[in-house]
């Protein structure tokens, strides 16, 4: 279940929160895997007007689902692909001199000046025009000259570590860097950017995580309402006695005698094998541990602690709930909850709740 109005809320009280900073959404990798069809239409509704995106199929998509907005394309600009994104009308965020020039280039070719971010790398070292790139666009303002640029960015690397020093080393960094180019409008925070507080959120803000539900201040309790539920139905229970095992590997033993309940989820619906032994679900109230190896389609539950007529065949089961689970089951995988969101697989259908409207 994807809740439309938790995300609509939440995009909300993070544009608030930004003290008059311009919001965007990111709707990168099918909206973190929540279906982009849904979400980028909801975000519009709820006032968001300017949406990023990683690559072009993801913006020609957004701009059928979105028509007016804005759009922009952090993957930046392909040598030939220029025609295209003219045609489709979408601002490539340009990560190298390289692409300043050949957009520009093709701007004056088409002798109208064409949109563009410009994106300036202050500690990432991944995407971004270095330090020494930056001065030497600064000797060369001509290349601005048939563009018209939205903003400067940055991202930061630490956002989520509220005292790591790289933050400030970054703000401190981004404004020395973009005082070499035009005065031009800048976007630095992300979504644990926009809880850095009032220096770090420029003209906009780029929130993704935040707005799917996830937490944006690690350590501390999670902000955001809730966006998604994950559930499966039980297909299978039976009785085990002490000293059968459960799953590949015998991988689980049980002590005890053990009520059993099988799941349709696995590894193939990005249910990862490393939640094996240490991922839970819930049935009602009660949260149940994950049994035995995560198969390719296949997850055991120990339900021994749900009274039997409350478990059973059809019995809906939950296995992301709440507003801290997703956060905390990606913990005990070894990972992140981004990957949990962008893993979820095709095989679920995904149910969309507006309000009382499902």
């Not at 239409?41 to 006032?47: H, Q, T, V």
């Not at 030939?80 to 994104?85: L, S």
């Not at 990005?270 to 109230?285: D, K, Q, V």
Request: with cysteine; proline share 6%.
């Amino acid at each position: 279940m994807i809740d439309l109005g938790a995300l609509a809320a939440n995009w909300q009280m993070l544009r608030d929160r930004s003290q008059g900073a311009t919001c965007a959404g990111m709707v990168k990798a099918n909206a973190y895997g929540l279906g982009v069809r849904r979400v980028a239409p909801a975000l519009w509704k709820a006032g968001c007007r300017n949406f990023f995106t990683a690559n072009m199929d993801g913006a020609v998509m957004l701009r059928a689902l979105v028509p007016k907005a804005r759009v922009h394309v952090l993957n930046g600009l392909f040598e030939g692909g220029e025609d295209d994104m003219a045609a489709n009308g979408v601002i490539p965020v340009l990560n190298d001199l390289g692409q300043i020039e050949r957009w520009s280039s093709f701007a004056r070719k088409k002798e109208r000046r064409l949109p563009a971010a410009i994106h300036i790398d202050t500690g990432m070292n991944r995407l971004g025009l270095p330090p020494y790139e930056v001065e030497e666009l600064a000797g060369k303002p001509e290349l601005l000259d048939s563009l018209d640029v939205a903003h400067v960015m940055s991202h930061l690397a630490c956002a989520d570590e509220a005292g790591h020093p790289l933050n400030r080393e970054q703000l401190d960094r981004f404004n020395r860097l973009r005082a070499m180019l035009p005065d031009l409008p800048a976007s630095l925070a992300n979504s644990s950017g926009i809880f850095l507080g009032h220096d770090y959120h420029f003209d906009m803000v780029r929130p993704g995580y935040a707005v799917y539900g996830g937490n944006p201040t690690p350590g501390a309790a999670n902000p955001m309402a809730p966006v998604v539920t994950l559930r499966a139905r039980i297909i299978q229970v039976r009785n085990v006695a002490p000293g059968e095992t459960v799953g590949y590997g015998g991988h689980f033993t049980a002590q005890k005698a053990t009520r059993v309940a099988t799941i349709p989820v696995g590894y193939a619906d990005g249910y990862l094998r490393s939640l094996s032994g240490c991922g839970s679900a819930r049935i009602g109230n009660i949260e149940i541990p994950v049994i035995g190896r995560v198969s390719m389609d296949l997850v055991t539950l120990d339900i021994s602690a749900v009274p039997d007529d409350k478990a059973g065949v059809g019995t809906w089961v939950e296995l992301i709930w709440g507003s801290k689970m997703l956060d905390e089951l990606a913990a005990r995988a070894g990972t992140i909850g981004y990957e949990l969101l962008t893993a979820l697989g095709g095989r679920y259908p995904r149910v969309y709740r507006s309000g009382e409207s499902v």
